[in-house]
T-cell receptor, first 109, second 116 residues
Framework: GENVEQHPSTLSVQEGDSAVIKCTYSDSASNYFPWYKQELGKGPQLIID?????GEKKDQRIAVTLNKTAKHFSLHITETQPEDSAVYFC????????FGTGTSLTVIP | GAVVSQHPSRVICKSGTSVKIECRSLDFQATTMFWYRQFPKQSLMLMATSNEGSKATYEQGVEKDKFLINHASLTLSTLTVTSAHPEDSSFYIC????????????FGEGSRLTVL
């Protein structure tokens, strides 16, 4: 089956700086890669996604890049704000969804 | 759009009782819903996949008689934790995929179960 690895597990940045979270996957058949933000005590919220026919997608301060050859995709958050602090999960969908282990992002005011 | 509502958000029960958690897709029809369990500071662990009108498919190691799943309509799936024990205390989250959609997964707000 699919194996999704996510790094780093924790990340602290100063407000205004950029944050990058990386994930790798193993199944070349995976074709959809969403990113979720989970705040404490809440369910994950879809923040951006990318499909295998696209290399990059951007939505305001958030962007995702996909390298199908290397089987990795990354989340980029620019101009970070304290409200960006949360746990972020990547996922890859093949025959089902497989989730990364999560990255706890702390934005220091 | 694509709102998934989960209820209750928190529940405390005594050991040996049963607890039902509801998951509703509010503005779309969901042929498939998923139930996850999440331990503190860990990722989502898929428990079962629920398809409308058919029996749920459980992941290896998940007791189907303990975690009863019913997906009676295109907008509602329920998870019943039967004869709950303290080790069943956890954060349970449902998700739904829109029928006929491109395959995005939308999550409910989660339910915190505490078994005394």
């Amino acid at each position: 089956g699919e194996n999704v690895e996510q790094h780093p597990s924790t990340l602290s940045v100063q407000e205004g700086d950029s944050a990058v979270i990386k994930c790798t996957y193993s199944d070349s058949a995976s074709n959809y890669f969403p990113w979720y933000k989970q705040e404490l005590g809440k369910g994950p919220q879809l923040i951006i996604d990318i499909r295998s026919n696209v290399g990059e997608k951007k939505d305001q301060r958030i962007a995702v890049t996909l390298n199908k050859t290397a089987k990795h995709f990354s989340l980029h958050i620019t101009e970070t704000q304290p409200e960006d602090s949360a746990v972020y999960f990547c996922a890859a969908r093949g025959n089902q969804f497989y989730f990364g282990t999560g990255t706890s992002l702390t934005v220091i005011p | 759009g694509a709102v998934v509502s989960q209820h209750p958000s928190r529940v405390i029960c005594k050991s040996g009782t049963s607890v039902k958690i509801e998951c509703r897709s509010l503005d779309f029809q969901a042929t498939t819903m998923f139930w996850y369990r999440q331990f503190p500071k860990q990722s989502l662990m898929l428990m079962a996949t629920s398809n409308e009108g058919s029996k749920a498919t459980y992941e290896q190691g998940v007791e189907k008689d303990k975690f009863l799943i019913n997906h009676a309509s295109l907008t509602l799936s329920t998870l019943t934790v039967t004869s709950a024990h303290p080790e069943d205390s956890s954060f349970y989250i449902c998700s739904a995929s829109r029928a006929g959609g491109p395959g995005e997964l939308f999550f409910g707000e989660g339910s915190r179960l505490t078994v005394l």
